[in-house]
Structure formats: structure tokens, C-alpha cells
């Protein structure tokens, strides 16, 4: 997708030699792991909070909490991720805390049943994996585009299984299917990584679209970092029964 406006002696006045970048690329990247750790901060506040103050027996009492917070979430990323180009920079950060709120009533539920100290170490534990695999990402330059059809397929089949999971007890598979999901999430925390370089490149000459990728390359980045922390959290869940 393209933004590129010409002057008035019809030049593309984004290949002018004297232009340079509003933000570097270390700066770029930067906010967008601001963005990134803010949703987490969001989501694992909101979810304690709620644990803590027992609000979340209150919640998941109302009728349809479940459907309709699942639904919410859906389509704010819906919306987020499909209207990028026409959102505004404040409705597109505003969308993706409003996603990390409404995910933070979700983890409430998984303080209950794990505890604070559960959930901290498996934090601290997916910080370590996320972390990792970032960096070398970044510092080796890893290309897994190549990957990238067999990272979907295995997405595919992660939430088949996990739909099928709430019916069947899939038994010592569980542990497989969970073993799974931390490599494909690992392999897409590399993926995203790099794209960040990508998008830059890509919108560093249109300053409210580089605001809004940043945003994007923030929640991408945010649900690699969920997911990871979850199937850690259902690994350890399945080993201990």
C-alpha cells in the first residue's frame, strides 16, 4: 500500500535527496516496544486487579461474558489490523489498550486458577524465550519468511486443537500440542521482529502511517508474547496432572 503525494511539478517529492527520517530506526523500533510492554503492563494489571479485588467471580458471573468478550476482542483486532490506513493514530493506540484491557479481564481468570506466584514465573519465564529470540532475531539478522506457510499451518491446526480441546481431553498429546505452540510462537516473535525493519522501511517516509505500524507491529508482536505465555502456562498445567 502506498502513500505518496506529488508536487507540483508532478515529482514524487518522497525521493528528494535532501529528505531524511523524523525517527530512526532504533527509535522506531523503540516505541514500538513501548507499545508492546504497555499492553502487557495493561493486561497482567487488569488481571491481577481483578483477581485480587474478586471482581472476576463478579464478571464471568453475568450471563454471555464469556461470548461477548471473546467477540470484543475480535473484532478490535478485526478493526485494528484491517482499517490501519483510515483509523487515526489516537483511535489506533486507543484500540490496541482497549484489546489489552479486555484481555486483562480474561488473565483474571488465570490468577484464580494458578495463583500470583504461578503467574509471575511463567511471566518471567516467557520474558526470558520472547527476549531471547528477539535478539538473536535482530543481532543475526534470522530470516524465517521461509517458514512462513508452514507457521500459519501449524497456527491452523494449534487453534483446531484447541477448539477440540474443550470437548475431548486430548490426554499425552497436550503435551505435544503445547510443546507445538511455544515453537511456532517462538519462530513468529522472530518473524515480527524482522518486520519491524520492514514496515519502517516501508512507511519511514509517511510519518502518520510509521505512528500507526508501529502500533501494529506492537500487537503483533503482544499476541506472540500471550500465546507463548499461555502454552508455557498449559504446559506446566499438564505436566503437574
Sequence with gaps: ??????????????????WQAQESLGEYTAKTYMWMFLGLLLTFGIGFSGYASGL???????????????GLELITVLVLSMKITTLSIGMARFLFLFYSALNGIVFSV????????DMMFIFAATAVFFGTMAIVAKVFQIDVS???PLMFGGLLLL?????????????????VLCYAGIIIFLLFTAYDTRKISALYTAYSRDPEMLAKSSVISALQLYLDFVNLFLYILRLMNSRRN
Excluded: C, K, W
Design 1 to 18: 500500500m502506498s502513500f505518496e503525494p506529488l508536487n507540483q511539478d508532478g515529482m514524487n517529492n518522497y525521493y528528494d535527496s535532501t
Design 56 to 70: 472476576v467471580l463478579y464478571a464471568f458471573q453475568t450471563p454471555f461474558a464469556i461470548p461477548v468478550l471473546t
Design 110 to 117: 488465570y490468577f484464580l486458577m494458578f495463583g500470583v506466584a
Design 146 to 148: 521461509g517458514l512462513r
Design 159 to 175: 487453534i483446531v486443537f484447541g477448539i477440540v480441546s474443550m470437548f475431548i481431553n486430548l490426554g499425552a498429546f497436550e503435551v
